[in-house]
């Protein structure tokens, strides 16, 4: 029979590591697919520190450009008032020999002076036509074309032209290109690198200002864009319009790609940085880091499990120990009652002899004495047997010897178990709750040195469909701190105690539909309250 069990035990173990394995193994799978899209969304945080660092250069570049300007400004805000003092105040006497001069004076490409409407001017070496509409503030005025000359514009209301001077300008108008120049640097970067494989392959950028889109279709038309694709644009004027990143996934070659799209707005500029990345590298991340999460997991769930098994070891060992204790003193209340009566009946020749002598003796005083004592015991025994139920019986009468050896006025009134019906109680389980109870209330009694007479009294009542046991004594106080701890597991004012009384009698009053509440502590005394539902 022994070797049948283990083989049962054996199988139904295998049968839960199996499942256990199971569950495992499904849990990982829906972790990976639910979670693929996240951990993508991780890796390209990569690609978002590669995008700050771009924004941040094209800062610098600004900066400096802004620099560059301030210092042309200022030195062409100094040379057009020498020209205009040279000039004098009246367009009409300007000719071009006087120009010739302060081209060759200042050392410039050309110049012109206009009429304040545009309408006339007086040129050296300008082929370009008079600008049309153009309004004029009082001094400097600086205008970029697209084809990477800055027009400088003077007027000042001393006289009635306006100088212009064409120049070529130190600032390179072109931003995204001198970006990208500077940024292919980033491909070694440790960032951008995964085991020493660069997972960027191309960083692009291209200006998006006013909805210009021009920049990434002639980088296709002129062949430097290599893994075009028409979504592309798509993208890059998706992404300018949202402000919000994003990606696709494209297949060339039977390789796969992941084109990302990261919008970068500077002052009033705009710009889309465009990465395009190798997607089986990228793949390659992902499942490191999933097999990385799975080893976490697998520790963390195994030591998880390992601490379970322990806490429920420990508890099982504790449970057992209390639940041996109640059992031995259950055997022995039962032992301590047939005992007793066996004692009765032994002795009931002597008593019955006693009793004749003095009769004889006519001293009848002593007779009332002895037979008073006689009927006491008698009366304690029947109030015992009159419950009818052997185990709580049994475990009355260990508590009235107990509570006589220690001078505890002990007493008790419980119902006849002939007239309630607890087939669906168990007996040993009434008699673990009633038995902690009163163990708890003769420990509080012999405690509090100032109450005479120590008292503990029981009842059991049947009240409709619950019965109660209720158990006073009148020890010390219970705190208003303990009584919000007394039923926290584990919890005991006792140097060796467990913490488990109060619990199992709460779990075994919770079983039957019941519960155990502390009806009252004050200066009178303590009472608890422990409830089946019949």
Known sequence: ???????????????????????????????????????????????????????????????????????????????????????????????????????????????????RNFGERKLVNIASESPKDLRLDEGLTVIHDINGLTHFYYQSNANDYVIQIDSKSNIPADISKRVSEHIAQLHNNPVNLYHDKPLTLEFILTETTNNHFNGIQNMVTDGSYKLANKNDIDYVKKVTHSGEKNFYIEEINGKKYEKYFMPLAFENESYVLFLISDYSLLERVLYDQVIKYVYAIILSSALFLILCFIVYRVFLYRREQVLHTIESSYRGSLDSLFQSLRWQRHDFNNHMTTVHALVSMKEYDDLITYTSTLVEEATSINEILNINCPPIMGLIQAKVAYAATKKIDFTFDILDFRDINIKHIKENEIVSVLGNLIDNAFEAVLENMNAEPSKVKVSGIAEGQTLKFKVFNNGPEISAALKQKIFEPGFTTKKTGTGLGLQIIGQLTKKYDGKLTLDYSNDDGTQFTAEFSL
């Not at 022994?2 to 839960?16: C, P, Y």
């Not at 030195?75 to 009409?92: D, P, S, W």
């Not at 020999?97 to 490409?109: A, G, H, Q, R, T």
């Open 1 to 115: 029979m022994g070797i049948l069990r283990k083989v049962q035990k054996f199988k139904v173990s295998l049968s839960a590591l199996l499942i256990f394995m199971f569950l495992f193994l499904i849990t990982n799978i829906a972790y990976l697919l639910l979670t693929k899209d996240a951990l993508i969304s991780e890796a390209n945080k990569r690609l978002d520190v590669q995008a700050e660092y771009v924004r941040q250069h094209i800062g610098q570049i600004k900066e400096s450009d802004s620099i560059i300007q301030r210092v042309e400004n200022s030195y062409m805000t100094g040379v057009m008032r020498m020209i205009e003092t040279k000039l004098g105040a009246r367009f009409l006497r300007i000719n071009e020999e006087i120009l010739v001069e302060i081209v060759n004076e200042f050392k410039l490409d050309s110049i012109a002076v206009n009429t």
